[in-house]
């Protein structure tokens, strides 16, 4: 298809671009424009039914990211050679989605079987079911008072060797087994729900191959499902999925089963961006990774929300499942540990964003550079920045300034862990995983690496989003950010703390 070519072609010329901290902002609007009307003049147009809409939708952000990563490692080589490479990533891709079919076989003693009404949340980590008084602190909070005639079950629940061990007798954890059979049943499932829908209707092979492996996920979930409910004569009310895993695109349905994607935050709008404007220019702030979320979302939803009724119209779908109004769920994954000691006097908390780590596969920033999927404020060169702002003010001031990182420090690449090390010295470093909300309640001040989801979720009006001066341009100017050392520095040096 020459419209592939053409998309091709557009994200070899965008990773070329010369770009400073000045345009960055252009750049990335005039690339989201881009691709908000590509997808609707070459790619929606051509589907003569809604549910071939929605498999292009849904393969659209794995279509670009998979030619801008094959971009980025072959620079210089001609479009034709990328389409080939991109042909074997995506093979892999399938193959991965066949390897994640091996255990589909799920077998729990009926006995443990309390209720007939379930609820199930796959592949969540074991911490995001720990208790605590505040509903937004874990995900379990925010669904326990559904509870009360509804069991839940975790399947395929993980945790880390060193992680404290998970004691709630509210929830079953679960794993799969080990089926050839059913992986072999799953495969032609897949296959032939592909076939039936998608073959022949002029879509591209690399759309073709990514809907067959979204498929097999989406089968294999529905495979699980109902061969539980048959088996154990138990009625399955809602799945839940982190957000991004769920492989279910835009309207389809499971049985009565409703299909939840729960996202914890709210951080995926580039430039950065807090509560979305209703007059803003939608297309230059929905970037590739946005296109393909389907209408299933939960938890902090309010502003995707505005993105899926924005979607809905700009694109001329059909929506039969309603956007989940859930907002009141909006909550923190989780959390493993609560031993962090409230200083009796006046205190400061500050929440990072980490730079992109090895753990994700993209090489680390040192300078801006073009890349349709990463962020600056994710770049070591910004991270380093922002803290090393702090660590100056609490130097010279002995402010009691508690850092609490997104993750284990041995994550971090070295000169952002040095600053973190000063930190831990001080004994001013937190547990990344430690429960937060009685410690935000007590804080003088918060501040946040913008825009960081915490106050979106908690909603203080003591916290405030920070950016060093250098990197004015690079955001949507809001109330509630400051800009610049100096204006840090006063507001931390305020008498009046807001509480």
């Not at 345009?23 to 929606?44: H, Q």
């Not at 009360?148 to 060193?162: A, D, E, M, T, W």
């Not at 090390?421 to 937190?430: H, S, T």
């Amino acid at each position: 298809m020459k419209e592939i070519k053409y998309l091709y072609h557009f994200i070899d010329k965008a990773n070329k671009s010369q770009i400073n901290l000045n345009n960055y902002n252009r750049y990335k609007e005039k690339n989201y424009s881009f691709f908000s009307l590509y997808l609707k003049k070459f790619l929606i147009r051509r589907c003569k039914t809604q549910i071939v809409k929605s498999y292009v939708l849904k393969s659209y952000t794995t279509l670009i990211r998979e030619i801008n990563s094959t971009n980025q490692i072959f620079p210089f080589m001609p479009i034709f050679f990328l389409r080939i490479i991109t042909f074997f990533r995506l093979t892999y891709f399938i193959l991965n989605s066949l390897n994640f079919t091996i255990k589909s076989s799920l077998i729990i003693d009926s006995s443990k079987l309390k209720k007939k009404d379930l609820y199930i949340c796959f592949n969540f980590p074991k911490y995001s079911f720990n208790k605590s008084k505040n509903l937004k602190s874990s995900f379990f909070n925010s669904i326990s008072s559904e509870l009360q005639n509804i069991q839940l079950i975790s399947v395929n629940g993980y945790s880390k060797k060193n992680d404290n061990q998970i004691s709630n007798s509210s929830v079953t954890f679960l794993s799969t087994k080990f089926s050839i059979k059913n992986s072999f049943l799953i495969f032609f499932l897949a296959l032939r729900k592909t076939l039936k829908y998608l073959l022949f209707k002029k879509i591209s092979s690399e759309i073709l191959m990514i809907s067959f492996a979204d498929n097999i996920k989406a089968e294999y979930y529905r495979f699980i499902c109902n061969e539980f409910e048959k088996k154990y004569n138990v009625s399955i009310k809602k799945i839940f999925f982190l957000c991004f895993e769920n492989p279910f695109y835009f309207n389809e349905k499971l049985n009565n089963t409703e299909i939840k994607e729960f996202f914890y935050a709210d951080n995926i709008f580039v430039p950065p961006i807090n509560n979305i404007n209703e007059n803003i220019n939608y297309n230059k702030i929905i970037s590739p990774n946005l296109w393909s979320l389907t209408n299933h979302h939960y938890g902090l939803v309010d502003n995707l929300n505005k993105i899926e009724n924005y979607k809905k119209n700009f694109l001329k779908l059909e929506t039969t499942i309603k956007n989940s109004n859930e907002i009141s769920n909006k909550c923190l994954l989780g959390f493993k540990v609560n031993r962090f000691q409230l200083p009796n006097d006046e205190y400061y908390l500050v929440f990072d964003t980490p730079p992109i780590d090895i753990r994700n596969k993209v090489r680390f920033y040192k300078s801006i550079r073009s890349n349709l999927f990463y962020d600056y404020i994710e770049s070591e060169e910004y991270c380093v920045n922002f803290l090393n702002d702090f660590q100056d003010i609490q130097s010279n001031t002995k402010k009691k300034i508690f850092i609490k990182p997104k993750y284990q420090i041995t994550y971090y690449p070295k000169n952002y862990r040095n600053l973190l090390n000063f930190f831990e010295k001080e004994n001013l470093l937190m547990d990344p995983y430690e429960e937060i909300s009685q410690i935000i309640d007590k804080a003088s001040k918060i501040f946040l690496s913008p825009f960081t989801s915490v106050n979106r979720i908690f909603e203080k009006n003591n916290c405030y989003f920070y950016s060093p001066q250098k990197y004015e341009p690079l955001f949507y100017k809001e109330k509630s950010l400051i800009i610049g050392k100096d204006n840090l520095k006063f507001l931390i040096n305020e008498h009046n703390s807001i509480r």
